[in-house]
């Protein structure tokens, strides 16, 4: 697991936890990385790795640890960094983009949920069914080339195990969601969240590569806790 600081003399620090195949150098990530250094922010950003056999052992753990080191005002995080903050024991304020506490319903059948589990495979064998548009408009070619385009059985197991034992998501947490997503549970996020949490943004699952992106990460910086330069530009 990756972690770097960016605008170490900024303040309040935010801990930042990305989705699978985000990377610390992306540039749609170093985009929406400038924008909340530009706010101010002291931002300690997370990279996943993309292929785990052990949910806590890879994921929760270590993310809880750089908390704990680095105790951040706010944690932000998105899509499979949504569904490993889910766990994070914190008095920060959480805000979720996409978060990933339920595979969208289309992406996957029922012989498919049954098998996998039975499939004690830790090699990258599956295909991920994930098409570059559903990401968003402004999605890199390079980025698109880096993301993985298959997954382990044991991977997707523990993703599915930790869906189902998510705890319960506190009240003043803020969801971000995009009706377009087509990657995501909607319903999921639906069941875990009053309609007075969530807010949405144009554009498909990553919100920093959506259509919409400049209009929601200014969305974004306002509910976040005040940076040192009000938590509002963008």
């Known amino acids: 697991m990756d972690s770097r600081v960016f605008n170490e003399s900024g303040e309040p620090t935010l801990l930042f936890v990305m989705g699978f195949g985000n990377r610390l150098d992306g540039e749609n990530e170093r985009w929406f990385l400038d924008r909340l250094t530009g706010a101010g922010y002291r931002v300690r950003a997370i990279q996943l790795p ?3 056999a052990d949910f806590d052992r890879a994921y929760r753990g270590p993310v809880q640890r750089i908390h704990d080191e680095d105790p951040p005002a706010g944690v932000l995080s998105h899509s499979l960094g ?12 959480q805000v979720f983009l996409s978060p990933w506490w339920g595979i969208y319903e289309g992406k996957v059948s029922a012989w498919e949920r049954w098998l996998v589990p039975r499939l004690p495979i830790r090699a990258p064998v599956l295909p991920i069914k994930t098409r570059r548009d559903e990401l968003g408009a402004h999605l890199p070619d ?10 382990s059985p ?13 705890p319960p998501v506190g009240a003043d947490a803020v969801v971000f969601a995009s009706l377009e997503d087509t990657i995501v549970s909607l319903q999921a ?45 963008i």
């Open 82 to 93: 949504g569904l490993v903050t889910a766990f994070l024991e914190t008095s920060a304020p």
């Open 154 to 166: 044991a991977f997707i197991t523990e993703i599915y195990r930790a869906q189902q034992r998510r």
């Open 50 to 52: 993309t292929n785990i």
């Open 142 to 151: 390079e980025a698109w080339e880096s993301i993985p385009k298959r997954i």
């Open 189 to 233: 996020i639906g069941e875990a969240v009053s309609a007075t949490q969530t807010m949405l943004y144009e554009g498909g699952h990553q919100l920093f590569s959506a259509a919409g992106r400049q209009e929601a990460v200014a969305e974004v910086l306002a509910v976040l806790p005040a940076g040192s330069e009000g938590g509002k530009s």
